[in-house]
């Protein structure tokens, strides 16, 4: 499966970010979709992760001011961030993940800034 992210940039403090995830491949066969994060000098963190569409994970940095949303397409998964209230905290390299068969697979992310 590939993963190609997008919609990263430059956010003002306090701003909206929405960040989409275009699955392709043996999309049929994913079990979990989510996004990580990757803020310079620290581990990579979980920020949301979906099951299936009645189960779904937020990190407590965005419980409350993050939606993850995931449409399937014909030949390609969507996956979806909407995040409002955006802080410097949450400037990172935003990565998007599948799980086929016990195996993750990674986007190779997109560079979120939040400042003024």
């Known amino acids: 499966v590939q993963l190609v992210e997008s919609g990263g940039g430059l956010v003002q403090p306090g701003g909206s970010l929405r960040l989409s995830c275009a699955a392709s491949?043996?999309?049929?066969?994913?079990?979990?979709m989510g996004w990580y994060r990757q803020a310079p000098g620290k581990q990579r963190e979980l920020v949301a992760r979906?099951?299936?569409?009645?189960?779904?994970?937020?990190a407590d940095t965005v419980k409350g001011r993050c939606t993850i949303s995931r449409d399937n397409a014909k030949n390609t998964v969507y996956l979806q961030s909407q995040m409002h209230a955006v802080q410097p905290d949450d400037t990172a390299v935003h990565y998007c993940?599948?799980?086929?068969?016990?195996?993750?697979?990674w986007g190779r992310g997109t560079q979120v800034t939040v400042s003024p």
């Open positions: 491949g043996s999309i049929f066969s994913i079990a979990a």
């Open positions: 993940t599948a799980r086929l068969y016990e195996v993750d697979y």
């Open positions: 979906m099951l299936d569409r009645d189960y779904t994970a937020y």
